[in-house]
């Protein structure tokens, strides 16, 4: 039983474009959650988190939103670059000591 | 300063052989998370230290697989009798502390060990 969805393996979206992630969770005791982008043959980065306090948290081109009645929450990405062509995972954690990840979400930028 | 470093970052074993996966957090991070992230999946996890105190070992998926952190700082994932099925990346992460702010929540990976059982 996952806990934490990521229902797209995959999303293509055109440079300049907004790219938008989604996941799901399952665990009402989950507190923080965050986004990490990983490319190929290195570890996971981290990439902007949001507290459960929250319904939203913005830096820079990165914007991460909070439905918690919901379970959901969703990375937005604008404008995409090329660059930001990776794996996406979500995850969430309850008081920082248990931290369950999605299965990922292969981002494509087309230039 | 220096990231978290995992070494071998590629290990082959024969089916039977035991291996020993090392981790060096970021100095200074209290907390030391193990992952397994299999072909297509998101990390899954296997133990947690606070320091030297394993706290969590509930992801450990049998009790071939065992890790330690005997000084509070470098940690060693040791799987005996390697199995096919252990074959994944093991994936290392260490945190400023885990239950302090939120802040502290984010944790630092390291490249990973990948394991190839044949």
């Known amino acids: 039983d996952q806990q934490v969805k990521q229902n797209s393996p995959s999303l293509s979206v055109q440079e300049g474009r907004i790219s938008i992630l989604n996941c799901d969770y399952t665990?009402?005791?989950?507190?923080?959650f965050l986004w990490y982008k990983k490319y190929p043959a290195e570890g996971p980065t981290f990439l902007i988190s949001?507290?459960?306090?929250?319904d939203k948290n913005e830096d820079g081109r990165f914007t991460v939103f909070l439905n918690k009645s919901a379970k959901h929450l969703s990375l937005h990405i604008v404008p995409s670059q090329p660059g930001d062509s990776a794996v996406y995972f979500c995850a969430a954690s309850d008081y920082g000591q248990n931290f369950v990840f999605g299965p990922g979400t292969r981002l494509s930028v087309l230039p | 300063g220096a990231g978290v470093s995992q070494s071998p970052r590629y290990k082959v074993a024969k089916r039977g052989q035991d291996v020993a996966l090392r981790c060096d957090p970021i100095s200074g991070h209290v907390s030391l998370f193990w992952y397994q992230q299999a072909l297509g999946q998101g990390p899954e996890f296997l133990t947690y230290?606070?320091?030297?105190?394993?706290?969590?070992k509930s992801g450990l998926p049998s009790d071939r697989f065992f890790a330690e952190r005997p000084e509070g700082s470098v940690s060693t994932l040791k799987i005996q009798r390697t199995q096919q099925e252990d074959s994944a990346v093991y994936l290392c992460?260490?945190?400023?502390?885990?239950?302090?702010?939120?802040?502290?929540?984010?944790?630092?990976f390291g490249p990973g060990t990948r394991l190839t059982v044949t």
């Open positions: 230290f606070q320091n030297e105190a394993q706290l969590d």
């Open positions: 949001i507290s459960s306090i929250k």
């Open positions: 992460a260490s945190s400023v502390v885990a239950g302090g702010s939120a802040a502290d929540y984010e944790q630092y």
């Open positions: 665990n009402s005791m989950f507190d923080y």
